[in-house]
């Protein structure tokens, strides 16, 4: 079973840049999530998905940063204008409703590295 | 609201010996727990959870005690091995309600095992 695909692995960008993050999930699996995760703490939801309705973004900075997911499967997250302080990987992450009720299982990606000079 | 508290890494370790990361949680009402663990060049994976009060959560030789009276997770291990060398990371699942199903992490500790 192919796991979640993102990319691109690594992204260097100078401030007030856009770039543009993709993730590909568990083929059925309705949920995803996106995770900010800066260097020294932990990964921090910004924004979650039920098919391609949004269920929480309350932890999204909306005046910069987008995220869509049109048809309920891949998804793209975009940060317009970049800051120095999103410099972060971004992980994707993926589950079932049913076994994440069940288990608390999430399956990640290997995580987008962003570098804002 | 929930929070997760790691104690910080790097921990350094010979191989066989004894392991703790020490992790302690707020939330409210009767949290689901878990460690989850980052090999070098991975992305993270369930290690083991518990889901209530005194569940022992274990797998790979690792365990791991939901404490409520304590609100503790500690992971432990009794003889690490250079494979185990890796990020891990205790996180909550709090109270199922409408307003979502997450996961809240804590910072994370390293630990690297050597020969």
């Known amino acids: 079973e192919a796991g979640v695909a993102q990319s691109p692995r690594y992204k260097i960008i100078e401030k007030r840049q856009s770039v543009a993050f993709w993730c590909n999930p568990i083929s059925g699996h309705a949920t995803l999530y996106w995770y900010q995760q800066i260097l020294g703490q932990g990964p921090k939801l910004l924004i979650q998905f039920q098919n391609n309705g949004v269920v929480d973004d309350s932890q999204l900075p909306k005046d910069r940063f987008s995220a869509e997911r049109l048809k309920g499967v891949d998804s793209t997250l975009k940060i317009q204008p970049a800051k120095l302080e999103d410099s972060a990987v971004y992980l994707c992450a993926s589950s079932s409703p049913g076994v994440f009720t069940n288990t608390g299982e999430l399956f990640f990606g290997e995580g987008s590295r962003l570098t804002v000079l | 609201g929930d929070s997760v508290t790691q104690m910080e890494g790097p921990v350094t370790l010979s191989e066989e010996a004894f392991l703790t990361i020490n992790c302690t949680y707020t939330?409210?009402?009767?949290?689901?727990l878990f460690w989850y663990v980052q090999y070098p060049g991975e992305g993270l994976q369930l290690l083991l959870k518990?889901?209530?009060?005194?569940d022992k959560g274990s797998n790979k030789g690792f365990e791991a005690t939901y404490r409520k009276e304590t609100t503790s997770f500690h992971l432990e291990k009794g003889s690490v091995q250079v494979s185990d060398s890796a990020v891990y990371f205790c996180?909550?699942?709090?109270?199922?309600?409408?307003?979502?199903?997450?996961?809240?992490f804590g910072t994370g500790t390293q630990l690297k095992v050597e020969l």
């Open positions: 518990a889901t209530k009060a005194d």
């Open positions: 996180a909550l699942r709090g109270m199922l309600t409408g307003g979502g199903n997450k996961l809240t």
């Open positions: 939330a409210t009402g009767y949290p689901s």
